[in-house]
């Protein structure tokens, strides 16, 4: 069974960088040809689609966020890694790490076959 757990930082202070782990266990990152997202989500808001890491290493960012955003991995630990730079009050959400079979930079939660439980992050001095 796939999982993916997210971990890191719950507070993380303004202008700070917010650095977010998904650790993925029963497939490999590296699988042909899966996609791993990062997907936040705002108090009160909907989903957004931060960015995405392929199976083969190639990356995807929102194109609003992509000055402040970088996506990783370490495939000997099977980890993808979220880095996001220069954070203000209204980066306060929950991150979630979730697999597409495609690259598809959506906000429908179906495309997306499996999720973390996410994590809460609060950007506060």
């Known amino acids: 069974q796939v999982q993916l757990q997210e971990s890191g930082p719950g507070l993380v202070k303004p202008s700070q960088t917010l650095s977010l782990t998904c650790t993925v266990s029963?497939?490999?990152?590296?699988?042909?040809?899966?996609?791993w997202n990062w997907i936040r989500q705002p108090p009160g808001k909907g989903i957004e689609w931060m960015g995405a890491?392929?199976?083969?290493?190639?990356?995807y960012y929102s194109p609003s966020l992509r000055s402040r955003t970088s996506i990783s991995r370490d495939t000997s630990k099977n980890q993808v890694t979220l880095q996001l730079s220069s954070v203000t009050t209204e980066d306060t959400a929950v991150y979630y790490c979730?697999?597409?079979?495609?690259?598809?930079?959506?906000?429908?939660?179906?495309?997306?076959?499996?999720w973390g439980i996410g994590t809460l992050v609060t950007v506060s001095s």
């Open positions: 979730a697999r597409s079979p495609i690259h598809i930079a959506t906000t429908q939660r179906n495309e997306y076959d499996y």
């Open positions: 029963g497939c490999s990152i590296t699988t042909n040809a899966y996609y």
């Open positions: 890491i392929s199976y083969s290493g190639s990356t």
